[in-house]
């Protein structure tokens, strides 16, 4: 299966042609570290292009001082990984080994020097995925997360943090290693989340981190784009790689994770060009990078609340705590959510045995245990698959009588051949049991109830549009999708009945519920909606 970024271990070490190492020499400056000193610490911004001329660059061990990994950085290579597109942090601390001569070329210039060289970016931004591949896969991060398995909010954040691809270092508080004992006597055997070597978050929450990630910009500094993108799925990052290679000025605000509903598949198959199938988070990530890569700026987690629309005809959008963001224009491509069964109990266990998606972060929770699926779609038959690996059993829970008109044939073939998938039809979940965790679930089945033991519930059924941040804007169904096109008396398809307000993607109403239509959708807006700013701006200047 497909994954993000090469392997680092495996990859041909190519240096810069010479010619691009001398256009960054000209946006540049020349700077000399004596050895030992730190060229960039833990949560510094990633403000600065470095690329060493001689000597030699080393990660360090935040906790001992020591040098970290075996590999380092000398003459011909330069520092940084993906985060540097988005304006992040560095999440290794970085020392001089020897006196080390370097060019430093400020980031600004240096992402306008790679949109005009493409050879230079796709160098660059080769090397940048590959390394973050890495510090994923051996959690090399700044940031610790403790006990997610015991705290729902601790577990939040761990699962953010894995959606959206970033390192960091997860500790089982029940594990016997040394290192796992150190770091628990640093937050008194407590869930939590350390940042750095010493700061402890009090009340983790995904948005605390992503301030110190670096991955919540200071969007105060402009409040004014061409475009803001509500909503990070595959439709939304669609847009945003065709938006930034149009020149447009556009922002993508996401209040979960990049990848939406589709970054919680962790096996796609049918998505053409990965005929060993590719994960959501993995698919949508690759379009993050290719919209950064033309200046389209992410901001997450934050949810718009409320739009209005100014008296020049441009937005505002009111976000969770309080900020504005106007633009001349706005795409919806919120998509959609599961829908929350009417069970007591379900919010208190959310978390802690009641799931809604089913990524390598979850499927932990399945060891030892028959796993639960509800759902009859792809994204179920998707989840029940993998989960299948880790499980003793998966049971599929479909309310209907056959999987032929939800879900696709080559996907409820497998499961119907599966020894360890049973699907069970006609029924439904009516009960939950257990109280700091799920502990089992009271099926509903034409021949009556009965108790199914499970520590791992999956609930992946319906579509709840996200609309109502748009304050009645627009027209919607009477579901709440997002009327388009001939239903409001438009040209075109991705039009709503509002000057200035498109929509692509799962929230649409009438669109077809997939990745390859929702990428689609995102990719053909972009060419309308430029065209309504050029004419907006014509008509600006006439009058």
Request: aromatic letters at 6%; hydrophobic letters at 40%; proline letters at 4%.
């Amino acid at each position: 299966m497909e994954q993000l970024g090469q392997d680092l271990e495996t990859m041909r070490r190519v240096p810069l042609a010479d010619d691009h190492v001398d256009a960054i020499c000209e946006i540049g400056v020349e700077k000399t570290y004596p050895a030992g000193t730190i060229v960039s610490d833990l949560g510094d911004p990633m403000d600065t292009f470095v690329y060493v001329i001689d000597g030699e660059l080393e990660v360090v061990d935040p906790r001992t001082g020591e040098r970290l990994l075996e590999a380092s950085l000398g003459p011909t290579q330069f520092m940084g990984e993906i985060g540097f597109l988005n304006a992040g942090v560095h999440y290794l601390k970085m020392r001089a080994a020897k006196e080390t001569r370097v060019i430093e070329a400020p980031r600004t210039a240096m992402l306008d020097l790679m949109s005009r060289i493409p050879e230079l970016s796709d160098h660059i931004i080769t090397v940048f995925s590959a390394r973050r591949r890495k510090q994923f896969e051996l959690r090399n991060s700044a940031v610790k997360i403790i006990g997610a398995d015991r705290d729902p909010k601790v577990q939040a954040v761990e699962q953010f943090m894995s959606r959206n691809r970033i390192p960091f270092q997860s500790f089982d508080m029940d594990a016997r290693d040394a290192e796992t004992a150190k770091v628990c006597d640093l937050t008194g055997h407590e869930p939590s989340v350390m940042l750095g070597t010493d700061q402890k978050l009090d009340d983790p929450t995904p948005r605390k981190v992503a301030q110190y990630l670096g991955l919540d910009l200071n969007i105060c500094s402009q409040r004014d784009f061409d475009l803001l993108i509500v909503g990070g799925g595959p439709a939304g990052v669609a847009a945003a790689v065709y938006a930034g290679s149009e020149g447009l000025d556009a922002l993508v605000i996401e209040d979960t994770a990049i990848g939406g509903q589709a970054g919680t598949s962790s096996r796609i198959e049918n998505y053409m060009g990965f005929p060993t199938g590719i994960s959501g988070t993995d698919l949508v990530w690759r379009g993050q990078i290719q919209a950064m890569k033309f200046g389209t700026r992410f901001v997450m987690p934050r949810r718009v609340k409320g739009l209005t629309k100014r008296e020049d005809g441009s937005f505002c959008a009111t976000l969770d705590d309080g900020d504005e963001i106007c633009a001349k224009a706005i795409l919806v491509s919120t998509g959609v959510q599961y829908r929350r069964l009417p069970l007591e109990k379900l919010e208190e266990l959310e978390g802690a045995g009641v799931f809604y998606s089913a990524t390598e972060m979850e499927a932990r929770f399945c060891s030892n245990t028959e796993a639960v699926v509800i759902g009859g779609g792809n994204s179920a038959g998707q989840a029940a698959m993998y989960l299948s690996r880790s499980a003793k059993h998966v049971h599929l829970i479909v309310r209907s009588g056959s999987l032929a008109a939800s879900m696709s044939s080559y996907l409820s073939s497998r499961l119907e051949a599966d020894p360890k998938v049973t699907i069970h039809y006609h029924t439904s979940v009516s009960e939950l049991h257990g109280e700091s965790w799920l502990e089992g679930v009271t099926l509903k089945t034409p021949d009556g109830e009965t108790r199914q033991d499970t520590t791992a519930l999956f609930i992946m059924i319906g579509a709840a549009p996200n609309t109502d941040w748009l304050s009645g804007l627009v027209e919607t169904d009477d579901k709440g999708f997002v009327l388009t096109g001939a239903c409001v008396d438009r040209e075109t398809p991705f039009e709503t009945g509002t000057d200035g307000i498109f929509a692509v993607g799962d929230v649409r109403s009438g669109s077809v519920k997939r990745v390859a239509s929702a990428v689609g959708e995102g990719s053909v807006v972009v060419s309308r909606i430029w065209t309504y700013l050029d004419e907006l701006q014509t008509t600006a200047k006439s009058t």
